[in-house]
């Protein structure tokens, strides 16, 4: 099956700084990615879709200025989260759509923020 | 807006019995998933049901669709410890477009002998 990456797999970082996650699609072209936040204990929330050479669409709440989204090519997206806060600390998880719809998911990445 | 319910959210059974975990949606759509999570992992795909009446099977885990009652079931036999994750169900509202799944809640699953 299509495979996914993530980079890192996890990071901790000070308040206050930037962290960069990649994902990547590894033998596929993905014209969609979709952002994912996930709290201990709690399902898969939606942070913004990122399709392709266009600015990404973001869930209500989710602040585009904090989470920045890049989407330059056919198989890779970045997240970065800027100025993080502890309360950003979470695990997040990317997944990559082929163009006939089905979607794989990427092994996510854990984030503490300290 | 398409709405994804699971139920139970919590799941405590013996080892060696049957259960069902249930998974309603509230808008039209023909293409549902269920994947597996583990403490600290991502999702593991477990089924894609395309189509009404749709039924897969995979060791101990069967799952079925019926669009009409926009009803998914996730059925576990003979419950052995090792199934012990949390499954979610997801639903696709266009396959052929660039919209998200959505996800239902979750159902922990803890499988005690």
């Known amino acids: 099956g299509a495979v996914v990456s993530q980079h890192p797999s996890r990071v901790i970082c000070k308040s206050g700084t930037s962290v960069k996650i990649e994902c990547r699609s590894l033998d596929f072209q993905a014209t969609t990615m979709f952002w994912y936040r996930q709290f201990p204990k709690q399902s898969l929330m939606l942070m913004a879709t990122s399709n392709e050479g266009s600015k990404a669409t973001y869930e209500q709440g989710v602040e585009k200025d904090k989470f920045l989204i890049n989407h330059a090519s056919l198989t890779l997206s970045t997240l970065t989260v800027t100025s993080a806060h502890p309360e950003d600390s979470s695990f997040y998880i990317c997944?990559?759509?082929?163009?006939?719809?089905?979607?794989?998911f990427g092994p996510g990445t854990r984030l503490l923020v300290l | 807006e398409l709405k994804v319910e699971q139920n139970p959210l919590f799941l405590s059974m013996q080892e060696g019995k049957n259960y069902t975990i249930y998974c309603n949606y509230s808008?039209?759509?023909?293409?549902l998933y269920w994947y597996r999570q583990d403490p600290g992992k991502s999702l593991e795909s477990l089924f894609v049901l395309l189509s009404n009446g749709a039924v897969k099977q995979e060791g101990r885990l069967m799952a079925s669709l019926d669009t009409k009652a926009r009803l998914s079931t996730l059925h576990i036999t003979a419950a052995v410890h090792d199934l012990s994750a949390t499954y979610f169900c997801a639903v696709d509202m266009r396959p052929a477009g660039n919209t998200p799944l959505v996800f239902g809640k979750g159902t922990r699953l803890s499988v005690i002998a």
């Open positions: 997944s990559a759509r082929q163009a006939k719809g089905t979607q794989y």
């Open positions: 808008t039209t759509s023909d293409r």
